[in-house]
């Protein structure tokens, strides 16, 4: 894949004080007319954004946060595909490439909309950041945007497996995969996507967690998510949750693997594939069983350098190799 540089017409210098001018984001080449229509589009005051990076537990979060929005529809959810219900903002250009109908399925969303998206912050709507409430009080019915963040050995981990399954990096090992990806320059910008949302994680719109938080005490994540979209949970709605939200079931459920995504990209490239299940392995730390230690320390030697740019506060609590945010609970 050929990526380009891409400048924003805005940046959100209200939301962030850095050196906006030093900020590089990149873009698959083809793709800049897009990113001007989802610069230029309109933002709902409701709407629920899901930014992450690719594999962090994203479709984990999003049943989570399409449950909790849709009245705990257990029914509903297992009748329809996740991605139909919630759609991933870049995925209609992505098969489609027609500017026209690029932002339809987020358009015909009834409200409130939730949307899942892997821009980082300065390529989503210009509208997000002016509309984002600047204060506590007023943040009923307003914007709220959650950020799930992986320990990025196991996010690469799964996304060379996840490529495997439509086709792409099927020449290359998973050490040649994670090799390239270390050496690129659009992969050092994955650091700034992080950290953007780190930086803004007390404030009241924005809920940031993580993986491993989730696999660590999920019903602590569900019970946040309840309180910071403001929508109460039943006992027994807690227990359906949990079960349903579980590793095997969701495994097991034909509807949050991304199975109507996956055959529209497999159609469009035609490319021979191996199938490796969307839920995959599910594990924190899970990087220790396909790579060697030395190849470990390589990939923690190139966080450090990235994440050390920032603040050094961000590499507070090391978990299983990795850094890891503080937790952050709104209240
Ligand atoms: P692995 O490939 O490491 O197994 P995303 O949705 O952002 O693409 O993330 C996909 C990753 O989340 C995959 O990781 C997948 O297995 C994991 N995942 C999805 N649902 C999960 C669940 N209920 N419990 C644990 N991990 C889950």
Known sequence: MEFEQFLPKTFPKNLLDKDWKERKCYCVKGRREFLCLVHNMLVKNDDVWLVTLPKCGTTWMQELLWLVLNNFDFDAAKNEHLEVRTPFLEFDYIINEDLKTALRPVEMLTSPRLIKSHLPLPLLPAQLWSKLPKCKHCLLRLIK?????????????????????????????????????????????DFDHVTEFYFLRSQAWLYYTSFERMKMNLRQIVEDICQFLDRPISDEQMHQMLKHLSFEEMKANTKTNHIWEIEQVRAKHGLPYEDHSFVRKGKVGGFKEELSSEFISRVDAWINKNVSKYNSALVEVEVQGGWQPPRTVQT
């Open 145 to 189: 945007l959650i950020y799930v963040y992986r320990d990025p050995k196991d996010a690469l981990i799964s996304q060379y497996y996840f490529g495997r399954s439509m086709g792409f990096n099927m020449d290359k090992t998973l050490e040649q995969f994670l090799t390239e990806k270390i050496e690129s320059r659009e992969a050092e910008c």
